[in-house]
């Protein structure tokens, strides 16, 4: 859930870069779309790495002290990498796909955070999916965040490996690549016509 939120910076990122005509100065350089959306993927890649592995280390040598157990981690590292891994690239997708089609900081902000409390309503972050009617359960299965939370659980609950993940992964993977394709064909059709 907590990665989704990359969209309040990279909406900055887009809308200061368009304000001061950075994207339109780059694309006369004959920087590709391809590469202004890549280069700012990365970094935000690496951000929600981190992220995973602060709230994984705070879940198991934090949370004991406050007299809670300690989390679990039962199934293996590299399930976890990829599955934040397939979580990230789709968090980001969203997240730019939303920073270059809103046209203020605020319009994305507003956007992203509202579409990002409704996948994780749909998804089960916020309500366990099994407690949901079975209409509400079958639209949960196309939540990119239902897909990143039943990735973790298998990791958590049923000591799964990554060949365990893989499926989810993949599907948060695809969702983030169709995301970020769709923001590159906005993107140059808003460089094109100087928005």
């Known amino acids: 859930f907590g990665m989704f939120f990359i969209i ?7 809308v ?4 001061q005509n950075t994207l339109s100065r780059l694309n006369s350089m004959n920087v590709s779309i391809f590469a202004m959306t890549f280069s700012k993927s990365i ?3 690496v951000i929600n790495q981190v992220q995973v592995w602060i709230m994984l280390g705070v879940g198991v040598f ?4 406050f007299d809670t157990p300690a989390l679990a ?9 990829v599955i934040s891994m397939g979580l990230s690239i789709s968090a980001i997708g969203v997240s730019t796909l939303i920073a270059v089609s809103a046209s203020s900081s605020e319009q994305a902000t507003t956007i992203g955070g509202i579409f990002n409390i409704l996948l994780g309503a749909i998804g089960g972050i916020m309500v366990p999916k099994y407690i949901m009617p079975d209409s509400m359960q079958e639209i949960a299965g196309y939540s990119p965040m239902s897909w990143g939370l039943d990735g973790f659980l298998d990791i958590f609950l049923k000591t799964a490996d990554a ?3 893989i499926q989810d992964a993949m599907k948060l993977l695809i969702f983030g690549i ?3 394709i769709l923001s590159m064909i906005i993107l140059r059709i808003r460089i094109n016509k100087g928005l």
């Open 8 to 14: 309040i910076p990279m909406s900055t990122i887009y």
């Open 16 to 19: 200061n870069e368009r304000k």
């Open 43 to 45: 970094p935000y890649f």
């Open 62 to 65: 934090l949370v004991p002290f």
């Open 73 to 81: 981690i039962n199934g293996s590292f590299g399930a976890i990498l």
């Open 163 to 165: 060949s365990m993940v």
């Open 178 to 180: 169709i995301a970020l």
